[in-house]
């Protein structure tokens, strides 16, 4: 599976890089996953709800707050990891139906030897392209879809343009959300691109992030909800507001401005987002 190097951290080659699998220090049990040194998922095995990284735990209100408290829904997960929210969703939605699509199959085989979910036959893991899994899928078969996608610390080109998001619209049901892990840094030439991108076909959408992030000030990750309906706009400024880290939600105009007449991203143009700055990445060992 691996080889360990220091105080039980677990490295092993995969598809797409060299993975790690570091215990948390303060937290037993727990793990964070990381790829060439970039932090992917952090789990908790003994306690699925418990949410570490900020901008999971946005996409996590998100999902909280768009069906009734424990309603199963359909979920369709972009970007597998160490399945940290589909964890999330098994423990709080229980009945829910989720695909996770992950393109590492070596790194799958080790989060399922390393860091095994419970056994659910309603949560199945796909090891395939996230864009080539969209174009097969049924129309209307979804009431999520979680894009959290990184090659190392970067989206993937083919992820972030307008026929990517068409994609993900034409598999969402009329009342569907899409929710878009956008990581980007100033001049947020990429996270203004994503948001005029997914709006254009989806329109009703919100994003929310920390302040500094939103403002440009440094690189973070943003957190985008689109739909055909409204967004749970209100609810998802309180939760943001009465987080560990609290964070800002944007709609309306103020998302309007934060766009700023952004071009729509099509395949033709597409490139991968932002890479971190270097040195951001640290985790404690």
């Known amino acids: 599976m691996g080889r ?3 105080a039980d951290t677990v490295a092993a080659r ?3 890089g060299q993975a790690e699998l570091v ?4 937290r037993p049990g727990s793990w964070t996953l990381l790829l060439d040194g970039a932090p992917q998922s952090h789990v908790d095995l003994a306690d699925p709800t418990h949410l570490e990284f900020e901008y999971v735990r946005r996409l996590a209100a998100a999902i909280d707050l768009v069906a009734p408290a424990g309603a199963p829904l359909r979920v369709l997960h972009l970007g597998g990891g160490a399945l940290t929210l589909p964890r999330y969703v098994s423990a709080t939605r229980p009945g829910s139906t989720q695909r996770v699509v992950e393109v ?8 399922r030897s390393a860091l095994p979910w419970p056994p659910d036959p309603r949560l199945k893991v796909r090891v395939a392209d996230a864009r080539e899994v ?6 209307a078969s979804y009431d999520v879809v979680v894009a959290d996608v990184f090659a190392g610390a970067r989206t993937p080109a083919h992820l972030t343009s307008a026929e990517f998001a068409a994609e993900v619209a034409r598999v969402l049901r009329p009342t569907g ?8 840094g100033p001049p947020l030439r990429h996270a203004r691109g994503q948001v005029a991108t997914v709006r254009s076909v989806l329109p009703r959408a919100c994003l929310v992030g920390d302040a500094a992030v939103l403002r440009g000030r440094r690189y973070g ?9 409204e967004p749970p706009v209100p609810e998802l400024t309180r939760r943001a507001a009465g987080d560990w880290f609290p964070g800002r939600v944007l709609a309306g105009e103020e998302l309007d401005r934060f766009a700023g007449g952004a071009p729509v991203v099509r395949d033709a143009d597409a490139t991968d987002s932002t890479p971190p700055p270097p040195g951001i990445f640290s985790v404690r060992r």
Do not use: I
């Open 4 to 6: 360990k190097r220091a």
């Open 14 to 16: 995969v598809d797409t």
């Open 23 to 26: 215990p948390d220090p303060d």
């Open 104 to 111: 590492d199959g070596a790194l799958v085989e080790l989060v």
């Open 134 to 139: 969209l174009a097969a899928g049924r129309d």
């Open 177 to 184: 959300f899409h929710l878009s892990n956008v990581a980007d």
């Open 221 to 229: 990750n943003l957190v985008l909800v689109a739909g055909r309906v």
